[in-house]
């Protein structure tokens, strides 16, 4: 014997109609007026055009495929004396990246615990740090470089210096905001406890962040190791540098063996850090 | 030990705590001996939570007295003799079982005496691993917080409140996320805990585990005391009287 099921649908009922009102649709249009206007004047301002793109094409070409006068950047030229001294320029561009980042830990994480609130309770030291935050990321890297040149000369220290400086801004605002993200149970169980607010910190805010931190950092070198390489443009040395040169001496087909070597390294960078970041966060 | 089960470990009278204008507590009193486990039944808003975190200092309260160990507490003040047990556990899920229960210690030391997880004084780490034997976990030191279950979870808790060597437990709905083997399993823990000499006093939704694990039920309802009763006394009628506003708040099926 089997019982029967019952199947039959639930009986039907007309869904009822969303309230959208007057003042949506004024807002939505206002909105859609703005983003709009905003892009025609951006193709004003920047002088957009794609004619004058089609119009210059044997430019392009004999860029990419060489002239009576000069070679082109296809083939590029993959002898061992062209590749061998550019390693040794990317293992430089490499390393500033990594010591700018690792060598900014301890200011940004000075930062990142003045300027989030999770554990900065003084509304006056908060603001300054973010503030200084702000201050130190809207400067491009380029920019510190600049002004570390007259201080230490041109290479890659100034390089070092000038991600640093850049770094610790924004992995300092990057490091405040996953503090203030974190669930603050623990921070409430400990403080419940007796706990300090430093005791706090380190005992329930910084444990619960370090998967996020450690994977920030690993973003922020990969991050880092492309602002070496245009670091390395104005002279900060490395691969950039290389670059820079081979453009100058019109050796198209050097500078696409350079551009090839920058390119692979960059995705390899970025697959370990993606990977380690997804080994983290599981 | 003999002392104190004669006066309450915590007295309450007439706390009174408002949001604004909306008076979440007035005038509850509470007596908690030690040795005794005291359930704290109602529906959602009838105050209990807030109840709880005014004697934790975690909330201040605006009147009333709170005695502790035979001292009056101020409002807001941290005192070491309360700890308190969470429903959702706050345990530092990327840290050990030990690290964490080592965590309950910090209020008696300073800074420097443990300035990461991994730097607490040996005494302490000791002292944390006999909490951690309390509560069955000893074997389970070195796990990382969140590979234990919901209900491990909240065992090495409640040995974080027992390394911070607190005399009254106060335990906000500590089983409501748990599966009913482990709440039943946390709930005699602290039967246990209460019959070793401390004063528990357990939020709960669960009318069956007040009955069979307390020693008094006491019901709250808009922020008054209704009912303080032993658990034998407690009805059905007296449970749906307790939960009719959170019924009335769900609407729908009626």
Redesign the interface.
């Known amino acids: 014997m089997s019982a029967t099921l019952n199947t039959t649908p639930a009986r039907r009922l007309p869904v009822p109609p969303r309230r959208r009102t007057v003042g949506w649709l004024v807002t939505t249009a206002a909105v859609l007026a703005v983003v709009v206007g905003l892009h025609v004047v951006a193709v004003r301002e920047t002088e957009f055009s794609l004619p004058e793109l089609v119009t210059g094409w044997h430019g392009i070409w004999s860029f990419l495929f060489g002239d009576p006068k000069t070679a082109g950047a296809l083939p590029p030229d993959l002898s061992w004396k062209i590749v061998g001294p550019a390693l040794g320029a990317c293992a430089v561009t490499f390393s500033m990246g990594l010591l700018g980042t690792t060598l900014s830990i301890p200011f940004a994480l000075f930062l990142a615990l003045l300027g989030s609130r999770t554990t900065s309770k003084n509304v006056v030291v908060y603001q300054l740090a973010r503030a200084l935050m702000s201050f130190l990321r809207s400067v491009p890297s380029l920019v510190w470089g600049l002004i570390y040149v007259t201080a230490v000369g041109l290479g890659p220290f100034p390089g070092v210096l000038a991600i640093i400086t850049h770094n610790t801004g924004v992995m300092g605002k990057l490091w405040s905001e996953a503090m203030e993200e974190t669930?603050r149970?623990?921070l409430?169980?400990?403080?419940?406890?007796?706990?300090?607010p430093?005791?706090t910190a380190?005992?329930?805010v910084l444990?619960?962040v370090?998967?996020q931190f450690t994977s920030l950092f690993l973003y922020r070198v990969d991050v880092n190791v492309r602002d070496a390489l245009t670091l390395g443009v104005i002279g900060a040395g490395g691969i950039g540098f290389y670059i820079t040169q081979a453009i100058q001496e019109f050796q198209f087909n050097v500078m696409m063996t350079y551009v090839l070597m920058v390119t692979v390294m960059v995705i390899a960078l970025d697959l370990l850090s993606a990977w380690l970041r997804g080994r983290i966060m599981q | 030990m003999t002392s104190l089960t004669t006066s309450p470990a915590l007295s309450v009278r007439g706390l009174t705590k408002r949001f604004g204008d909306r008076v979440v507590l007035e005038g509850f009193d509470l007596d908690v001996r030690a040795g005794e486990v005291v359930s704290v039944l109602g529906a959602n808003g009838s105050g209990k939570s807030t109840m709880l975190r005014c004697l934790s200092g975690l909330t201040k309260f605006d009147g009333g007295s709170v005695t502790v160990a035979g001292r009056e507490m101020r409002s807001g003040e941290r005192v070491p003799e309360f700890a308190m047990v969470f429903q959702k556990i706050h345990l530092v899920p990327q840290l050990s079982a030990l690290e964490n229960v080592c965590a309950g210690a910090l209020g008696r030391l300073s800074f420097w005496q443990a300035w990461a997880p991994r730097a607490f004084p040996a005494d302490v780490r000791e002292e944390a691993m006999g909490c951690l034997d309390r509560v069955g976990l000893a074997e389970r030191a070195h796990d990382r917080a969140r590979r234990l279950s919901g209900g491990q979870q909240q065992r090495v808790a409640v040995a974080r409140a027992l390394c911070q060597r607190a005399g009254v437990l106060l335990a906000d709905e500590p089983v409501s996320s748990l599966d009913p083997a482990a709440a039943e399993q946390v709930m005699r823990l602290l039967r246990s805990l209460a019959d070793d000499g401390m004063a528990v006093a357990a939020v709960l939704h669960q009318p069956e585990l007040a009955r069979r694990h307390s020693d008094r039920v006491v019901g709250l309802t808009g922020g008054r005391i209704t009912l303080n009763i032993p658990p034998s006394a407690l009805t059905d009628a007296d449970v749906d009287a307790l939960y009719a506003p959170d019924y009335a708040a769900e609407g729908g099926l009626t």
């Open positions: 669930d149970g623990p409430e169980a400990l403080r419940s406890a007796g706990a300090s430093a005791q380190a005992h329930a444990p619960s370090t998967p």
